[in-house]
């Protein structure tokens, strides 16, 4: 018996296509790659939809809601981040569905039958149907603003929708909805929502992402209750039967004054429900520019609360903000930074992202950066502070956490 490329996955096979040259085919249990000549590369999903393309040097990744992210090298080592339009957006899928119309067309009797079904599934989309995903999409989540760059890959589940704060002045994502902690009712039933949308494409998943923006100050009984029905609809941890994935552990954002309203219990009871990872935005720890920026609680209150945290068994995500506070606060943003998290005691499991300062110039921050007279950091100096964090966290913490660049043009769900 043949078996199904879908059931071993890293199955690859080659063939020539008049007109296209070679193509190679690497099968994986949930999404194939198809590469011409080894220079124009296209992934589907097992569904058949575009996931992500690589044309002419230039590397594309689709969203859910059908959006497009384009990122290429321009002028050297510049690296240009942009979404396309829509009529570039329809432009672009066109072409990789002609490219595998062609492909579809070439391949001779000998290749597997199941990457030629793989191909005829792929082209049961077209642009209208892959457009009316985003419309899908939009019926289901409230926008995704932002998530920590390892969780890209998660299922995003929104149990509160917006930040409890949003008065932060650098920070804008969530200005356009008002927080609301959703029911355990309404909660389940967005999640089932979820895994219609998703289908079997859904293994490509890694974990859940409790969102919004700092979903776990919701109060500890109502947060049991949601994190119950995420256990419930979805295998986390242990495979269940009627699902042929398992999702590694629950993960989500908490501001500081949040975290400081949760006691040692409440997060030990957090982390045998799943929760592996929380992740706080310190962005500073200066206590003037931490002020200056509108957070709440200050970094010795961000430091206590990761040191409970840690003290449950719960890994953290750390954000720093790089060229935050400009000229006038340089040395002692970087100076601060590196003191309050080496005093937090963290580990191989925990994470450290530096995320370059990324504004409009009519948020309130640049105004009041404008009024004391601050000069914004050119981009080599964002870079040279960036290396100055990552250098300085590293002598502190020989061992560990991870430190990596966090850039908000990357992200794209």
Known sequence: MVESLHDVPGQTCTTFVSGVGEVYFNAQRYFLTISEELRNTFSFDIDGRLMSAFLGGVNYRRGLKSDILMKYFA??????????????????????????????DGVDSSMQADIVQWLDT?????????????????N???????LPPDQYLSVVLQAAEGCSWNQCTFCTFYRDRKFRIKSPHDFR????????FLGRSIGLRKSIFLADANALIIPQR???ELLK?????????????????????IYSFLDIFGA???????????????????YIGLETGDNALFKLLNKPGSPDECVEAVRTIKAAGINIGIIILAGVGGDRFYHQHVHQSLQAIGAMGLGTGDLVYISPLMLSGQDAYSCSMRDLGVRTLSPAEVTTQFATIKTGLKAIYPEGPKVALYHI?????
Request: aromatic content about 8%; overall charge positive.
């Open 75 to 104: 002028d050297g080592n510049a690296k240009t981040r942009r979404f396309l339009s829509l009529h570039e957006n329809r432009k672009l899928v066109d072409d990789v569905l002609t490219r595998v119309l062609r492909i579809r």
């Open 122 to 138: 792929i082209l049961t989309w077209n642009v209208d149907r892959l457009q009316s995903e985003g419309t899908t999409f939009q």
């Open 140 to 146: 289901i989540y409230k926008p995704i603003s932002i």
């Open 189 to 196: 039933q967005h999640a089932r929502q979820i895994k219609d």
């Open 222 to 224: 109502r947060l049991v």
């Open 229 to 249: 029905v995420v256990h419930e609809e979805f295998p986390i941890e242990t495979p269940q039967a009627h699902a042929d994935y398992t999702l590694k552990g």
């Open 260 to 278: 400081e309203k949760k006691t040692l219990e409440n997060y030990r009871e957090l982390r045998e429900l799943g929760l592996k990872r929380i």
């Open 409 to 413: 043009e990357e992200f794209i769900y």
